[in-house]
């Protein structure tokens, strides 16, 4: 399948660049666990690829081998031509679960990553204050996330992820445990709150029309391909032909 310097916090309403991501003949998985032989894969500065593929295809793996939390067996992973070695407050990593500190107010989640990059409390405090208006949730910032719904949940961490400024923003099914309404919400507020950023995103998920919603390119990781989206984010091309063949190749790759 054919697809940078690392930064610190960017000022106060400046847009981060988004990050260039690369695999070249990646090997993925753990030593003596080879999950996929070969990914060759360019992430384009600033777009949203989705990645769909089977299951135990290695989605997951790849999002934590671009994080720089799995090293890869075999090949090169780069950020804008530079070797990715370990993690980066550049490349920020979303999972399905919420993963907030229960003991910690709604506010204190997003503001924790500012502390540990050393940022004072007034500005950490303004910044988490800023994301959680994003998300809709400044008039809950002083609870505590068993207060919350699991979608509120949801959008704290989003707003934690984005709060820091990444570059990159790797997301592993966020979405997946939502009901269809709530998630068709998320992922309005996804587009919505990523305006502006100018961040990279690889979204992966196992739901054939949210890769053709979300993304400006899909991944179908098991079939080696890469495929333009013909109208990203429109649900009014929901039923357009391009969109309609876009779909049902996407399933067949599947084998669904």
Known sequence: ???SPETVLSPAGA???GARLALDAVALGRPGA???????????PGEILTVVGPS????????RTLAGLLPPLG???TQDGRPVTGTSADRALVFQEDALLPW???????E???????????????????????????????????????????????????????RAVLMDEPFGALDAQTRAGMQQLLVDVLGGTGATVVFV????????????????????????VPAPRDRGAHDASATLALRRTVLDSLGT
């Open 56 to 63: 135990g295809c290695g989605k997951s793996t790849l999002l």
């Open 205 to 228: 998920t196992h739901d054939v029309d949210e890769a053709v919603f979300l993304g400006d390119r899909i991944a179908l990781l098991g079939a080696g391909r890469v495929l333009d």
């Open 112 to 166: 924790l990553p500012l502390a540990i990059r050393g940022l004072k409390r007034p500005e950490r405090r303004e910044r988490a204050g800023r994301w959680l208006e994003r998300v809709g949730l400044c008039d809950r910032a002083a609870y505590l996330p068993h207060r919350v719904s699991g979608g509120q949940r949801q959008r704290v961490q989003l707003a934690r992820a984005l709060a820091g400024e990444p």
């Open 104 to 110: 910690r107010s709604l506010r204190a989640n997003v």
């Open 75 to 77: 090949g090169d992973v």
């Open 15 to 17: 847009a981060p660049r």
């Open 1 to 3: 399948m054919t697809t």
């Open 34 to 44: 080879l999950v996929i032989d070969s990914v060759t894969l360019d992430i384009r």
